[in-house]
């Protein structure tokens, strides 16, 4: 039989080449596999692959006999995991080897990529060695042993892009993804439909989330995938994405991999690898991993689209709005057996067939029956025993659907570790005190001043036992260790080590340890943290620290703690939330703070008196203003009860309330507090001080919102001269109010000198904080709309305010109130240069996102109206877009006065629609009495009034009065040559007899 199925003879020893090569391998070589199949094409050899894992009922000699169906030779790709497939009882391999395989030697031959000791009779297969060689060596090796001459390449040419990394050369970027599992068992099918999707997918869409239950083995899967496929890929990146802010930042730190210039601000980070990855520059073939993303809410955010591929691990179906979904079944029972057998050899089939259904086929709990098994060599019977006759009250089955008998076989293991191993117990309870996830357990030896309990002192000083207790919890697949920092596979001291345990193993451990001890290792765990503190949060160098803190505080208990030490830490992560943007997790994180504090602290407590600063801050940075107002209305209230007085606390309270009424639109209450805030401010601490710098700050912005747009400068001229005096040109606050002095310049019309001076301050912020800081931002927005009103250059401006506006959405999100800003400027950009659909579609946007988050009364929310009504009225509904405008007007004039410049500009265009609408004796009526207004408010020559007296012209002559139409035309004509130029498209409007509009930029300070 074995005759008839030869297909033909290598006869390498003759020199010929052989006709075709299969080259048979496990799934685990399928880098190596695909290599050797594109040298063999190189010179002109037919090849083809087969991914073997012959049935373990199947006789060896039957399924080596069938790969001799095929024609040629058979190249077997060996290692010490090739003779566990199956697995087969011992001996049957090297018998396979003597007798079928010695008596077909010619048609096999092999290569062996280990330097482990193979079977004995691995020897009639004359196996070459290519481990540890380099690529020609490697590819030398494999000619000399398949009789292929060394020549030059005589097969078909591939371009660059396709040719295949050799195996051994790792991706030039590989960050941080978990070390390869030598034991990963079966799901070959499984991978490779993967691979088919994200292969197969449209370009930009290539992304899949790999769904399933915990303790399925999805990050298993996505790892193997990552080492399994990673000479498809020139950057391989893993985003642990359990925390949010976690996530965040691992996935900004690929910037600096991709050498990406950018700050440490997060969402800038974010914003250039995004930008990177749907370019595709500098590498077009990347995987990004994100593992353990269970909320979808940043998936618009985050999620990258490009050329390259990405992968999800999750338990939340929603993901199939954003990706493809792979629904990541328990191990088939071939798997699950061979798993238990190859773990624990003394396992028969039948025995591991038992426990497999026992476990219901789940991944984890194997895993860990397979690691009890082999370490114990327990009998089988035995141990399921044990498992069915387990009581463990304390702990209940998972909703996860985790199996009740893998409960019981933890619990056996702890104990058994109690008896054999008491410091890995002292180690599981350590990381039960921490969080799930990432476990930075090195902070123990990284600080060992820190007051740790007898029990765990020996970690700091018995190097030796700490690696041995994590050894053991490795071995036991409790643990799994994990490297943090550089990708080039540097060594980490056990003071950087960081371990990974599952949310569900956690969970188990947690209460299986639990005991006399638990509270003493939480307090540890909280010194720790404290310990681990940078202590300035405003430094983004800390950020990545602060991230990886941030997790641990709650389990810990450092939110109940009364140590001054700990409650710093634990404000200071709160201010790492306030400074890097990340306002959704400070704003959670601040109500668990204060929930605990509430019972044991006073709330004139100085540590509360902070904490109600810092909740206010980010409360007011993530648009829920009414709520910052009502907390800080509180505290000063509570304040001014209060002696002995507190006066510096009530200046920093009221200077909050100031912020809020701002906010809240309530701009007169703000300006009269405000000022009393700064001249307390120059009283306590001097004219010098960062508190009155800012007080000084928050009274221009005031000022600004007031539409008192000379004294507002006039304010930030003398705060930025104070700025640059104390703080330097380069502080970010200088900058800020750099920003601030430019803004004013702009609402007074000069508009070429505010354009000057925010070229140069743009420059400065990308120098000090980089092109992706929010403040930065903010200074790019006011650049675009200086080179908006000041008319001369316009190239690519459309394309820049989309821009500005989608990375605005990258860092706040689309309807917070800044990205909201930036949009309605957008949409008045594309309604005047005449995209309507696409304006009327913004416009609506940012007026409901406005109504939603301030009210319809406010005065932002109203003034966004006579935008919305600007489009309607250029698409020609005129009787729609007089009446919007007439409601804005009247709800303008009554929140802000009638001499408000919003007031003014919305009454400009409510004159326009009357006239518009045959109404020209009532626009003339209003078109006169607002540029009496305008002219009182702003000057004569303001841009608003000279607008406003062009409109009146066009009424006038409307109702024929051409003589006082002409006279006003002309001097209109004659300012606006003179202060805007001949050619600004203002004059050029004017000149056409075009009539006027007003834009209203909606900017809550």
Not at 152 to 173: H, M, N, Q, S, W
Not at 526 to 549: F, K
Not at 908 to 913: F, M, Q, Y
Request: charged share 25%; net charge negative.
């Amino acid at each position: 039989m074995a005759e008839q199925r030869s297909g033909g003879t290598a006869d390498h020893g003759a020199g010929r080449a052989p006709e075709h090569v299969l080259v048979v391998f496990p799934g685990y070589h399928r880098p190596w596999a695909t290599w050797i199949n594109q040298r063999l094409d190189a010179y002109g050899v037919r090849a083809s692959q087969q991914r073997w894992d012959p049935p373990r009922e199947v006789p060896l000699e039957d399924s080596l006999g069938d790969l001799l169906l095929a024609r040629g030779q058979v190249l077997l790709v060996l290692d010490d995991w090739f003779f566990q497939l199956g697995p087969r009882p011992a001996g049957e391999w090297n018998d396979a080897l003597r007798g079928f395989v010695a008596a077909h030697a010619d048609r096999f031959a092999a290569v062996n990529l280990t330097n482990r000791t193979l079977l004995p009779a691995t020897a009639v297969l004359e196996p070459v060695n290519l481990w540890g060689v380099g690529e020609e060596e490697a590819e030398a090796r494999l000619l000399s042993r398949l009789g292929i001459e060394p020549r030059r390449a005589t097969g078909r040419r591939l371009p660059a892009g396709a040719l295949v990394r050799f195996p051994d050369t790792p991706p030039e970027i590989w960050g941080e993804i978990p070390r390869r599992n030598p034991r990963f068992t079966g799901r070959d099918d499984l991978l490779s439909e993967l691979q088919e999707r994200l292969m197969d997918a449209e370009r930009g869409n290539a992304a899949c989330t790999l769904l399933g239950m915990s303790g399925i083995g999805k990050t298993q899967i996505a790892a193997e995938y990552a080492h399994r496929f990673s000479s498809d890929y020139d950057v391989v990146w893993w985003v642990s994405s359990d925390d949010r802010n976690v996530q965040r930042d691992r996935f900004g730190e690929l910037a600096a991999e991709l050498g990406l210039a950018t700050g440490n601000e997060p969402g800038e980070r974010i914003r250039a690898v995004r930008e990177a990855l749907r370019r595709g520059a500098p590498h077009s073939r990347w995987l990004v991993v994100f593992d353990g993303w269970d909320d979808t809410d940043g998936a618009g955010v985050i999620l990258p689209q490009g050329p390259g591929h990405v992968l999800v691990t999750s338990r939340n179906r929603g993901w199939g709005d954003y990706t493809d979904i792979l629904e990541i079944p328990g191990f088939d029972r071939t798997e699950s057996t061979a798993y238990l057998m190859r773990r624990a050899p003394h396992v028969t089939a039948p025995e591991a067939d038992e426990v497999a259904a026992e476990f219901g086929d789940v991944p984890l709990p194997l895993v860990q029956a397979a690691a009890w098994l082999g370490e114990s060599r327990m009998d089988v019977s035995e141990y399921l025993h044990m498992v069915r006759e387990g009581r463990i009250s304390a702990v209940e089955p998972s909703g996860d659907g985790f199996p009740q008998a893998s409960l019981t076989s933890w619990s056996i293991l702890i104990n058994r570790l109690r008896r054999a191993q008491p410091q890995a117990i002292d180690v599981l309870s350590l990381c039960a005190s921490f969080a799930p996830g990432r476990i930075p357990l090195g902070l123990i030896r990284a600080y060992p001043q820190a007051d740790l309990p007898e029990d765990l002192r020996w970690m700091v000083t018995d190097l030796a036992a700490w690696s041995r207790a994590l050894d053991t919890l490795v071995n036991y697949s409790v643990l799994t260790r994990e490297t943090r920092g550089p990708v080039n596979n540097a060594e980490v001291g056990p003071h950087q080590e960081s371990v990974h345990m599952h949310r569900l193993v956690h969970d188990i451990v947690a209460r299986l340890t639990e005991g006399d001890h638990r509270e003493a290792h939480r307090k540890a765990v909280r010194t720790l943290l404290a310990e681990a503190d940078p202590g300035n949060p405003m430094d983004s160098r800390h950020w990545p620290r602060y991230a990886e803190l941030l997790p641990h505080l709650e389990p810990s208990g450092a939110l109940l703690s009364h140590n001054p030490r700990v409650q710093t830490a634990v404000l200071n992560c709160l201010r790492y939330c306030f400074r890097s943007g990340e306002f959704k997790a400070g704003v959670q994180l601040a109500e668990k703070i204060r929930g605990h504090w509430s019972t044991f602290m006073d709330p004139l407590d100085q540590p509360m008196l902070d904490l109600t600063t810092q909740q206010g801050n980010i409360l007011r940075s993530f648009g829920r203003f009414r709520e910052a107002y009502d907390l800080d209305l509180a505290q000063r209230d509570r304040l001014a009860a209060a002696q002995p007085p507190n006066g510096l606390g009530t200046l920093l309270s009221n200077n909050a309330i100031c912020s809020d009424l701002r906010f809240l639109g309530q701009y007169k209450e703000s300006e009269t507090l405000q000022r009393q805030v700064l001249a307390d401010a120059e009283r306590l601490l001097g004219e010098s001080e960062f508190s009155t710098l800012v007080a000084r700050h928050n009274l221009g912005v005031t000022l600004r919102q007031l539409g008192r747009f000379r004294e507002a400068y006039e304010s930030d001229a003398e705060t930025l001269a104070h700025s640059e005096r104390v703080l330097g040109k380069r502080h970010s606050h200088t900058l800020n109010s750099s920003n601030a002095l430019v803004h004013d310049l702009r609402l007074l019309g000069q508009y070429r000198e505010a354009l000057a001076r925010q070229e140069s301050n743009v420059l400065r912020h990308v120098q000090v904080l980089g092109p992706q800081h929010l403040q930065t931002l903010y200074a790019r927005t006011q650049l675009a709309l200086c080179r908006r009103r000041e008319g001369g250059f316009q190239q690519d401006l459309g394309a820049t305010m989309a821009s500005l506006l989608d990375q605005l959405e990258q860092v706040h999100g689309r309807t917070h109130y800044i990205t909201l800003t930036s949009l309605n400027n957008y949409a008045n950009y594309l309604r005047e240069h005449g995209d309507l659909d696409h304006a009327r579609e913004l416009s609506r946007e940012a007026e409901a996102g406005y109504r939603a988050l301030l009210g319809p009364a406010h005065p932002v929310a109203t003034g966004v109206l006579a935008n919305t009504a600007l489009v309607l009225q250029a698409s020609g509904e005129r009787a729609d877009a007089l009446a919007i405008l007439e409601a804005a007007l009247a709800g303008l004039t009554s929140s802000l006065g009638s001499d408000h410049p919003w007031v003014l500009g919305c009454a400009l265009n409510a004159g326009a629609a009357r006239n518009f609408n045959g109404r020209v004796h009532d626009a003339a009526e209003l078109s006169r009495d607002t540029l009496r207004r305008a002219r009182h408010t702003l000057g004569n020559e303001h841009p608003l009034t000279l607008s406003c007296q062009v409109a009146l012209a066009t009424d006038l002559r409307g109702l024929r009065e051409t003589e006082e139409a002409g006279k006003l035309e002309e001097d209109a004509l004659l300012t606006l040559t003179r202060t805007l130029g001949a050619q600004h498209p203002h004059t050029l409007s004017a000149r056409q007899r075009n009539r006027p509009y007003w834009d209203f930029e909606a900017n809550l300070g």
